[in-house]
């Protein structure tokens, strides 16, 4: 081998070797980081372990939306039509937050049942429905036509 | 009327796009003169009649035309005109007539900057992006008509998106696209590289300009993406590794490498065939960006209505113009020469470290976009990718580019020596860390994120700083465009640097409760709410905060967040209050009302430090991209250039 063809294939093992060493890292990183998406009838079936983060989505149920008036709590109920989970939440829900609405919360289960979000997200455009919201509604057996404008 | 002629034009531009796909390609095939000066006037043609489509779009907006369901659903009669004109492109049928503009803008361009090529090889260039062209006029045409009529239309229109009545939003979107669509030109010279059997070194160097303009648009679309999410959503982020943003920011990544390799490929002609590869990716991406946002298979926070009917149309467009790209690279990668080789130490490796982090981190954020993708289509369940991912995995990819960057412009082509290198920039180490460590200590930003970007940050500008002054004192003319380009962009990543560190780690932010007459204390200000009144706008009526700062006694700003209420759509928003500084952002955001009687709301304060130097080191990259693009070399071809170039054309058998 000649010392220019060592000298590349050094060079051409070191960048794969660095490739993959990224690729193992991305794929640690990426299953650390994964957010299962849950619905409540899928929180109803299984116990989730009470530390996992979770994304909970599903419709604010209506009447259930109650605030403390003396901090930021406030605890809302989010139903897929078949079920119904707690969510309690501190600090400012999005615009777009209304009973009836579909929502997606980040957090994890805790040991009474009650969901503890640290984020709230709700849509961002009238016509916009989280399309894992929509999917589990149809799968609760509860669709909702999106609202078409017009 | 109008909109009726706007269709004509649209069908009309389709058919020279067609004619110009077809006709110059023949004409550069077989050598013929008069079909290759076509070229000129298609492109002129096209750009006319798109140009005419998108007036059309515009007066129907100005006159109230509800009859349009794409106007009925984007405008109303409230509307004030300015962003009944920018509202053109608030929706999709429109964003999309507008990609088409530009891509025929840079067309346009490309037809009058280029007269000094060879015909053969900007008729190529022309006619495939006209065939890109066609793609996106048939997908107007056939899934996104905007001129679709409704009869009888509606007295008024629903309303635009309120969180696209935005200064902000003006500018955005043409930006992004500008980045987007230029990355076709570099994608249309390196395939009319493959076609022509031309020398690389050659088109690569008046691809260059083009390439670097179009990085320096999608830089600044980017950026003004970020500034807008930061007070318009009302979050105070400045990014959020959302699918929509990282559809923008892999072919920003690639076009980073793309950049870079050019550098080589014209300089040296080392990684011809890498160069070529990477000017079909970062424009694949771009296509491949445009299906995410518009095909709404990504749960985005800011995923709009969609239709999977025309992400369908975009994804077989995509594969078919990235696999015929791909085949005839295939074809044709043998015939490329490969360049002269090169040591360990020496600018060309430097490059190519710098390629290999930027493509992978490209990888990276397309993994993280598309897993949950996968692993849905899979059936393995329905997940997200959180930004811890993103971010643990930036950190880590990004950190041996800090390191390496000031060193790289030190390195001579060829070969060098490490000492060599290191020798003028001891110095600006030394400085760095001693600066760092000094300035994280007086702003009490003591912890490793804010000392490690301050560090980095002064290390990537002083070192830029340093081959500045050098290349200035050893050469009597001193800096050319386009090292000064380079120079303002490194200097950028720099500023950048130190902005994205000291937000990381020493933003204050709080949700609290706040009753008029109230104060309360946030990272040294005082923050005091006299009364909430209502106030009114053209198109909505608002709740507003009225908002006293206060440091050490002075009185700092007064800030009046609102909350709004837009008539039309029944939307509500949230107006943020922002009092930007150097040194720091002031934010208040209000969050709803929680008790009537005692007047309490619930509020959301930030103090955002150097905040502004995120984007102000944007700004610097899009700036030195612009000036780097405007040196003459890249555009001047000696005579006897010209000669040479004439005489080694081959015409392909």
Redesign the interface.
């Known amino acids: 081998m000649t010392p220019t063809r060592k000298k590349r294939l050094t060079l051409v093992g070191l960048i794969v070797l660095g490739v993959s060493a990224a690729t193992v890292v991305a794929i640690t990183a990426l299953q650390d980081n994964m957010l299962f998406f849950v619905t409540p009838s899928d929180v109803q079936a299984q116990t989730l372990p009470p530390d996992r983060q979770i994304r909970l989505g599903g419709l604010v149920a209506d009447g259930t939306v109650s605030r403390d008036p003396d901090s930021l709590a406030v605890t809302f109920g989010v139903t897929d039509g078949a079920h119904d989970v707690m969510v309690s939440f501190n600090g400012i829900l999005p615009d777009l937050f209304r009973e009836g609405q579909g929502v997606i919360a980040h957090g994890h289960m805790d040991e009474s049942g009650v969901f503890r979000a640290h984020e709230v997200l709700a849509r961002h455009d009238e016509t916009y429905m989280p399309p894992e919201v929509m999917r589990a509604l149809e799968k609760a057996g509860h669709p909702i036509e999106a609202s078409m404008p017009q | 009327m109008i909109a009726e002629f706007g269709q004509v034009t649209l069908i009309l531009a389709l058919v020279l796009a067609v004619l110009l796909a077809t006709l110059p390609l023949y004409g550069a095939y077989r050598g013929n003169e008069t079909l290759m000066r076509l070229t000129t006037s298609l492109v002129i043609g096209h750009f006319v009649f798109l140009a005419a489509a998108y007036v059309a779009l515009s007066a129907a907006f100005l006159n109230h035309d509800f009859t349009l369901?794409y106007v009925?659903?984007n405008s109303n009669l409230l509307l004030p005109w300015y962003y009944r004109l920018t509202a053109v492109w608030g929706g999709h049928e429109g964003s999309l007539l507008l990609w088409m503009l530009m891509l025929g803008g840079w067309m346009l361009a490309v037809a009058a900057f280029s007269r000094t090529l060879p015909r053969e090889f900007v008729a190529r260039v022309l006619a495939v992006m006209g065939i890109v062209s066609i793609g996106f006029l048939l997908f107007t045409l056939l899934t996104s008509n905007p001129f679709d009529r409704?009869l009888p239309g509606?007295t008024d229109g629903?309303d635009l998106?309120p969180?696209l009545q935005d200064p902000g939003m003006i500018v955005h979107p043409p930006l992004l696209y500008m980045g987007y669509v230029g990355f076709a030109v570099a994608f249309g010279f390196a395939i009319a590289g493959l076609l022509g059997g031309k020398v690389e070194r050659e088109w690569v160097r008046w691809a260059r300009p083009w390439t670097l303009s179009a990085w320096a648009f999608l830089t600044a679309g980017i950026a003004l993406g970020s500034w807008w999410a930061y007070y318009e959503l009302?979050w105070g982020g400045w990014w959020f590794w959302d699918p929509v943003e990282n559809a923008s920011f892999i072919p920003w990544l690639i076009g980073t490498a793309l950049l870079h390799s050019q550098a080589v490929t014209e300089k040296r002609g080392s990684f011809p065939a890498w160069t070529v590869l990477l000017s079909i990716a970062a424009f694949s991406m771009s296509l491949l960006g445009t299906f995410l946002v518009r095909s709404?298979v990504l749960?985005s926070?800011?995923?709009?209505?969609n239709d999977p009917e025309r992400g369908l149309f975009i994804l077989i467009f995509m594969a078919i113009i990235t696999g015929a790209a791909l085949l005839l690279y295939a074809l044709r990668a043998p015939r490329i020469m490969t360049g002269p080789?090169f040591d360990?130490m020496s600018r060309e490796?430097m490059l190519l470290i710098n390629n290999?982090f930027f493509t992978?981190s490209a990888a990276?954020v397309l993994?993280?976009t598309l897993?949950p993708l996968i692993v849905d289509f899979m059936g393995w369940?329905?997940?997200?990718?959180?930004?811890?991912?993103f971010g643990?995995?930036f950190i880590?990819?990004m950190t041996p580019i800090v390191i390496l960057l000031p060193l790289g412009p030190f390195t001579r082509w060829k070969q060098d020596e490490v000492m060599r290198v290191m020798r003028p920039l001891v110095a600006s180490a030394a400085v760095a860390i001693v600066l760092g460590l000094v300035i994280s200590a007086a702003l009490g930003a003591w912890s490793l994120r804010a000392i490690t970007g301050w560090v980095g940050g002064i290390w990537v500008m002083a070192g830029a700083v340093a081959w500045a002054l050098r290349q200035a004192r050893s050469t009597r003319s001193g800096l050319a465009l386009h090292q000064w380009g380079m120079t303002l962009a490194h200097f950028g990543v720099g500023v950048f640097l130190i902005g994205v560190a000291m937000v990381e780690s020493m933003t204050f932010e709080r949700?609290?409760?706040i009753e008029p007459g109230q104060t309360v204390e946030a990272a040294g200000y005082q923050f005091t709410l006299h009364e909430v009144a209502q106030v009114k706008g053209p198109n909505w009526r608002a709740e507003e905060a009225r908002f006293t700062v206060h440091r050490n006694d002075r009185e700092v700003a007064r800030m009046t967040p609102q909350k709004r209420l837009y008539h039309r759509?029944g939307?509500?928003?949230?107006q943020v209050a922002l009092r930007p500084g150097i040194t720091r952002d002031l934010y208040i955001?209000m969050?709803?009302e929680?008790?009537p009687a005692s007047g309490?709301w619930?509020i959301?304060i930030h103090v955002k430090p150097f905040v502004r130097w995120i984007w102000g080191g944007a700004a610097l990259m899009t700036l030195g991209g612009l000036v780097s693009a405007s040196d003459r070399r890249y555009w001047r071809r000696r005579r006897a250039e010209a000669r040479q170039a004439e005489k080694t054309a081959e015409v392909p058998a």
Do not use: C, K
Request: charged letters at 10%; aromatic letters at 8%; proline letters at 6%.
């Open positions: 369901s009925a659903l409704v509606p629903q998106n969180l009302g709404g749960t926070v800011h995923a709009f209505a080789g360990w490796t290999v992978v990276m993994l993280g897993y369940g329905q997940i997200s990718v959180g930004p811890p991912y643990a995995m880590l990819l949700d609290m409760r759509g939307q509500v928003m949230t955001a969050g709803e929680l008790d309490a619930s959301r």
